[in-house]
């Protein structure tokens, strides 16, 4: 069974600059979920879809951040204009409903210089 | 949310058995408990959850405290490929399937 696949793996940009970055999940997973992961803490939830819907957004920083899910399956996550603060991996994860355990992809390492 | 509370870092040597504790003493009567871990420069991986019993599958055992506020995470024998962040999770059984991580315990492998 293939992952979550997540590009690109890493990107650097200056601040101010906009990004975007893709997820595809795992064949057949309805709940997608977008994680912003700071270096030396754990993982936190920006933005939660069922299928193409958003289950969740409140931790998401809406005045930058966006995220879109059009065909309930593969979803993009863009940052417009990137802060220094935005530096960290953004893990994609799915699962194949809500409540059931979830599984990450790789990540992609976003420096922002 | 629920919290939960994890020693910063643990060690163990290779072939050993670890038990790697969790404290959750305000956890609600319906929350379950789950495991994740986190391999270095990898997204993380689910590794156990139960609710009241003790569990086993072929990755580690997870046990219980009777009054549910503690938790152990077993791995009967620590391979070098065990060291990793070793996160406890409350989730309740209904709403969004939210994990909030703490910070986790970043086990060490000694060979």
């Known amino acids: 069974e293939a992952g979550v696949a997540q590009s690109p793996r890493y990107k650097i940009i200056e601040k101010r600059q906009s990004v975007a970055f893709w997820c595809n999940p795992i064949?057949?997973?309805?709940?997608l979920y977008w994680y912003q992961q700071i270096l030396g803490q754990g993982p936190k939830l920006l933005i939660q879809f069922q299928n193409n819907g958003v289950v969740d957004d409140s931790q998401l920083p809406k005045d930058r951040f966006s995220a879109e899910r059009l065909k309930g399956v593969d979803s993009t996550l863009k940052i417009q204009p990137a802060k220094l603060e935005d530096s960290a991996v953004y893990l994609c994860?799915?699962?194949?409903?809500?409540?059931?355990?979830?599984?990450f992809g790789p990540g992609t390492r976003l420096t922002v210089t | 949310d629920a919290k939960t509370t994890q020693p910063n870092s643990m060690e163990s040597n290779e072939e050993e058995p670890v038990h790697l504790p969790c404290n959750h003493s305000t956890i609600s009567g319906t929350d379950y408990i789950h495991w994740y871990r986190q391999l270095p420069s990898q997204g993380p991986e689910y590794v156990i959850h139960?609710?009241?019993s003790n569990v086993n599958n072929r990755m580690a055992s997870l046990a219980i405290a009777e009054d549910r506020k503690s938790s152990t995470l077993i791995l009967h024998r620590a391979t070098l490929r065990d060291a990793a962040v070793y996160y406890c999770?409350?989730?309740?059984?209904?709403?969004?399937?939210?994990?909030?991580f703490g910070t986790g315990t970043r086990l060490t492998v000694i060979p």
């Open positions: 139960g609710l009241t």
């Open positions: 999770i409350l989730r309740p059984p209904t709403g969004a399937n939210n994990l909030f």
């Open positions: 064949s057949g997973h309805a709940t």
């Open positions: 994860a799915s699962s194949l409903a809500s409540l059931v355990e979830q599984y």
